[in-house]
């Protein structure tokens, strides 16, 4: 996370998120596991709610602009290139979250390797399928060196009728070590405004289960679908009310 921890602080700079304290980002998780133990695997980082305020502002901008007398361009080509640099930083950002996918093409056992990188909603991230439940934790490892220097053996198991989230790999606690390194290394005084940007993030995780039903999740999070066969757990990690209870990722699906 070292990566995305300069490239927040480089952000804040500009002076975007004092504006931007209404948006957030949003973690979505997915995993979908069949009776044999393949599936797929989808994340992504939603930060359309950043692009549309981001979008709000811009239109403000230009209605003033018509407002003001034209006898000023260099000015105006100076915000022209601050709303450019604002951009670039966001796409940037996101970029550094989806760019996993090379690393992941070739590994025996995962097919349809995806980077999600749609510029035009701020939606972030990446996919795959994966043969079974071993290839699956070995992508994970992959992830997690690269993106949060982080160091994941397994992150889940699948037998005897359970599936089994252990409590690792979860990108809630790296985004929370993350503005603690904002906090360390912040010379400028923004580490406030990153918390505040921050504040309402949520990280969802989805577990679908197509060949079988759920007879119960262990996490107190779990809401279960009408069809029993999926699972979400909805956590919030700088919610402090929610912290207070200790939440986790961890979960055990027994499945019948």
Partial sequence: MKKLTKRLLGWLTLGVVSLLFTSCLHIVEEITVKKDGSGSYTMTIDMSEVKSMMDALKSMGEQTDEEKSSDQPEEANEEDAQETTEDNSML??????????????????????????????????????????????????????????????????????????????????QFKKTLTEVEEEDEEGNADMVKAFFSSMTYKQVYRFPDARIKKSSNPLSELSSDGQSVTILLKPLDEEQQKKKPSVATVIKLK
């Fill in 92 to 173: 940037q950002m996101g970029t550094e979250l989806s760019s996993v996918a090379n690393s992941l093409r070739g590994i025996a056992g995962l097919s349809n390797v995806r980077e999600i990188n749609d510029t035009s909603t701020y939606l972030f991230g990446y996919s795959f399928d994966f043969a079974n439940i071993e290839v699956l934790n070995k992508a994970i490892r992959i992830i997690n060196r690269e993106k949060y220097d982080s160091k994941v053996e397994e992150a889940f198991r699948f037998k005897s009728g359970n599936f089994e989230r252990l409590n690792a790999a979860d990108i809630g606690e």
